[in-house]
T-cell receptor, first 110, second 115 residues
């Protein structure tokens, strides 16, 4: 089975940096995705990690440690529009049926 | 030029009815999916389907059935609707590759409310 944990809510200030953690305990692993979901909208793809290390994409970076079953999403220079839920999802060894964590609702304040 | 489109966006109906939600993708993807997002915002996979196989999440009641007339469409049929079926249903698609960066692209969701 798959168990994926994320904090439920986080608050940060505009212009700051925030790190959203995701831990997973799975019977197999073949990649981890981060998605952003604004209220009432569809999830949109942010990043993908399958090897250990940091992947940087503009203001967003994602880190993976497979031995620790741990990932984080780092958001720099926060903007008000970054207020959204951030979903961590793990892909199993076979197929593409993602298992999502419960999501972290990030509120960015002025 | 919407990539993944679902209809209807809102669906309000009574318990016991049968309803369908349609999904179409114009990305040329091989695989389509249905997810359910409940009131606690938990996104759970229901089905994965390509022209080779249907994979069903074992927790999904058999009142739910996906139907695919062709590669670009995957509709969701729900029989005998129950109160607990109220949720947002998302369709998604991706390339049929279980390696590499093959993100799933989601539709805007169908908000189903059971009275």
């Amino acid at each position: 089975g798959q168990n994926i944990d994320q904090p439920t809510e986080m608050t940060a200030t505009e212009g700051a940096i925030v790190q959203i953690n995701c831990t997973y305990q799975t019977s197999g692993f073949n990649g981890l995705f981060w998605y952003q979901q604004h209220a009432g909208e569809a999830p949109t793809f942010l990043s993908y990690n399958v090897l250990d290390g940091l992947e940087e994409k503009g203001r967003f970076s994602s880190f993976l440690s497979r031995s620790k079953g741990y990932s984080y999403l780092l958001l720099k220079e926060l903007q008000m529009k970054d207020s959204a839920s951030y979903l961590c999802a793990v892909r199993p060894p076979a197929g593409n049926m993602l298992t999502f964590g419960g999501g972290t609702r990030l509120m960015v304040k002025p | 030029d919407t990539a993944v489109s679902q209809t209807p966006k809102y669906l309000v109906t009574q318990m016991g009815n049968d309803k369908s939600i349609k999904c179409e993708q114009n990305l040329g993807h091989d695989t389509m999916y249905w997810y359910k997002q409940d009131s606690k915002k938990f996104l759970k996979i229901m089905f994965s389907y390509n022209n080779k196989e249907l994979i069903i999440n074992e927790t999904v009641p058999n009142r739910f059935s996906p139907k695919s007339p062709d590669k670009a469409h995957l509709n969701l049929h729900i029989n005998s609707l129950e109160l607990g079926d109220s949720a947002v249903y998302f369709c998604a698609s991706s390339q049929d590759l279980s390696t590499g960066n093959q993100p799933q692209h989601f539709g805007d969701g169908t908000r189903l409310s059971i009275l």
